[in-house]
């Protein structure tokens, strides 16, 4: 007998979340490996958004530089402006000898695809490793953040299907509402205050609220963001990888859009 997707989706969450929490927590290669897989199979999933519409984004050229872009950012071997400029020489060079239709198209997506995911999955690495003089903490904020934004999506979908009236992008997601969206950033700025309680005792009170608002506003654009790729292909969910949620560019949508915006705050406003 085959499981109600609602149990399947229950099941998955309890055996992946402690997966991920874990990895934050102990950070080093074990949160490096976490969001190289984002990255690569964020980049996967995307890839088959644009060849839905004809268009041919580099695949080994795009995880080679989506793993060299997570990888500088863990262990710092290239200056990123160097790296930047490399990957762009190799990527344009290999298109020329592609002989695919639609070059532009091609290198569009293919430089997209690299500097969306792997650009926006590099900060999260850079956020786990800010806090040189006390290790734990950037184990502490991902955690955090990833708590918030579950909260955000639980809140806005609950808050949504009971007081929705208002449309918040028809044109993108016809289901979400302005009143799922403004409980969406409620409760994410709950859950920062919450985290602060219990964990985030190194950070300001302003900053956890401001973190939330991040989480809130931000994280939920980046969700819109991917709907809008997803609409575009005409697909309903990135993969169906993960049994009963989809792919993982659908999980982590959210975190990595969040994931620059929460870097530039810890980097230029604590």
Same mark, same amino acid.
Request: net charge neutral; charged share 10%.
């Given at each position: 007998m085959s499981l109600g997707n609602t149990t399947t989706r229950i099941i998955v969450s309890v055996v992946a979340i402690p997966v991920i929490v874990l990895s934050c927590y102990f950070g080093g290669y074990y949160f490096y490996a976490f969001v190289l897989g984002i990255g690569l199979i964020s980049y996967f999933e995307f890839r088959s958004f644009v060849k839905k519409k004809e268009i041919n984004a580099n695949f080994l050229a795009g995880i080679t530089a989506i793993a060299a872009i997570i990888t500088n950012s863990f262990i710092n071997f290239i200056e990123l402006y160097y790296l930047i400029l490399i990957l762009i020489l190799i990527i344009t060079i &290999?298109? =020329? #000898?592609?002989?695919?239709?639609?070059?532009?198209?091609? =290198? *569009? @997506?293919?430089?997209?695809?690299?500097?969306?995911?792997?650009?926006? @999955?590099?900060?999260?690495?850079v956020i786990r490793e800010f806090y040189r003089y006390d290790y734990t903490y950037g184990g502490f904020l991902i955690i955090s953040l990833l708590a918030s934004i579950w909260v955000c999506d639980s809140a806005a979908f609950f808050g949504g299907?009971?007081?929705? +009236?208002? +449309?918040?992008?028809?044109?993108?997601?016809?289901? +979400?509402?302005?009143?799922?969206?403004? #409980?969406? =950033?409620? #409760?994410?700025?709950?859950? $920062?205050? @919450?985290a602060k309680a219990v964990l985030l005792d190194f950070l300001a009170?302003?900053? &956890?609220?401001?973190?939330? $608002?991040?989480?809130?506003?931000?994280?939920?654009? *980046?969700?819109?963001i991917e709907s809008l790729f997803k609409r575009d292909a005409d697909v309903k969910d990135s993969s169906q990888i993960i049994p009963g949620h989809g792919g993982v560019f659908d999980r982590f949508d959210s975190l990595l859009y969040t994931a620059p915006a929460v870097l530039l705050y810890l980097k230029y406003f604590t």
């Open positions: &290999v298109e =020329l #000898f592609s002989n695919l239709s639609s070059p532009i198209l091609n =290198l *569009g @997506a293919t430089l997209l695809g690299i500097f969306y995911i792997g650009g926006f @999955a590099s900060a999260l690495i299907t009971a007081l929705g +009236k208002h +449309k918040l992008f028809p044109r993108v997601s016809p289901n +979400k509402s302005w009143e799922g969206a403004i #409980f969406g =950033l409620i #409760f994410a700025v709950a859950a $920062m205050l @919450a009170w302003v900053d &956890v609220i401001l973190l939330g $608002m991040i989480v809130g506003i931000i994280g939920q654009t *980046g969700d819109l």
